[in-house]
């Protein structure tokens, strides 16, 4: 191997989140990191209200049943 992981970035969380569910397979764990429990984002010019991770996981699995 040539040390190189591949990879995917995107920009928008709740895709990202769902993308990572979809294209696990059975046996693989998802981690979800990085936002911790912050509900708002601040930019200094625009405020924004966020999804819980929990609440867009909840969501993807539904999609399963």
Not at 17 to 23: F, G, L, P, S, V
Not at 29 to 55: A, P, Q, W, Y
């Amino acid at each position: 191997m040539d040390g190189k992981v591949p990879s995917t970035i995107i920009v928008n969380r709740e895709e990202a989140i769902k993308q990572a569910i979809c294209e696990s397979k059975e046996g693989e764990i998802v981690f979800i990191s990085g936002r911790g429990n912050r509900r708002v984002l601040c930019n200094g010019e625009n405020t924004m209200k966020l999804l819980k991770d929990s609440d867009v996981v909840k969501k993807v699995l539904e999609q399963f049943k």
